[in-house]
């Protein structure tokens, strides 16, 4: 069975520090990978997704980026934090093929002070 | 532009009522329409799908109803219980296209 992991679980970080937050996918290969940002109290933004290794679509131009290194690994990063950065983020995946639900981690709650 | 408009955005009910969340959409490619359900401090999960060829689909105590031609789909929850509180998404996407989200219902059911 697929199992998805995402990690750290909480993060406070200072304004201006970098992040890295990391998903990892097991049981599948091939699979498209998406991050979410879930501000407090609202709906699913998406951030970036990614159908293969380096191939990463933005969805909203903003201070972060995200990178995949290996075919079932993302990888969300930012050089610097800014405040409106905190919020939840949650890492999806779904099969290349065929029309299957995401499968989301548990999400990292992020908060910078 | 949001190509899911979900409401209401809020909803409460008694424990045993049947609340009802609704999603409307305009792209005619989607065809796969599924259902989120999110606790606090968790991911959503996966709760139930349907596709446009029928226009019910029931699982337990949840059912989505699809009116394909008025381009809507609903989710309702019977006999609901206090653990059924929770944020709900409706979810549409187009043949191996993403999903495409509504902005979420906050469910609060009553005991």
């Known amino acids: 069975s697929q199992t998805i992991h995402q990690w750290p679980a909480t993060l406070v970080q200072p304004v201006g520090s970098p992040l890295s937050l990391e998903c990892t996918v097991e049981g599948t290969s091939n699979p498209n990978l998406y991050w979410y940002r879930q501000a407090a109290g609202r709906g699913l933004q998406l951030l970036f997704y990614s159908v293969g290794i380096g191939q990463i679509s933005s969805e909203v131009p903003q201070n972060l980026s995200a990178s995949r290194p290996q075919d079932r690994q993302f990888i969300l990063s930012s050089k610097k934090l800014l405040l409106s950065d905190s919020g939840f983020y949650l890492c999806a995946w779904n099969f290349r093929r065929g029309h299957y639900g995401y499968t989301f981690g548990s999400g990292t709650r992020l908060t910078v002070v | 532009q949001q190509q899911v408009k979900q409401s209401p955005q809020s909803l409460i009910v008694q424990k045993g009522g049947i609340p009802i969340i609704n999603c409307a959409y305009e792209?005619?490619?989607?065809?796969?329409f599924p259902w989120y359900q999110q606790f606090p401090g968790k991911g959503p999960a996966l709760l139930i799908a349907?596709?446009?060829?029928?226009s019910e689909k029931k699982e337990g105590r949840f059912t989505i109803s699809f009116n394909k031609s008025a381009k809507q789909f609903s989710l309702h929850i019977m006999d609901s219980q206090p653990g059924d509180s929770a944020t709900y998404f409706c979810?549409?996407?187009?043949?191996?296209?993403?999903?495409?989200f509504g902005r979420g219902t906050q469910l609060t059911v009553w005991p």
């Open positions: 349907i596709r446009p060829d029928v």
């Open positions: 979810a549409a996407c187009p043949p191996l296209g993403r999903l495409y």
């Open positions: 792209n005619t490619a989607f065809d796969y």
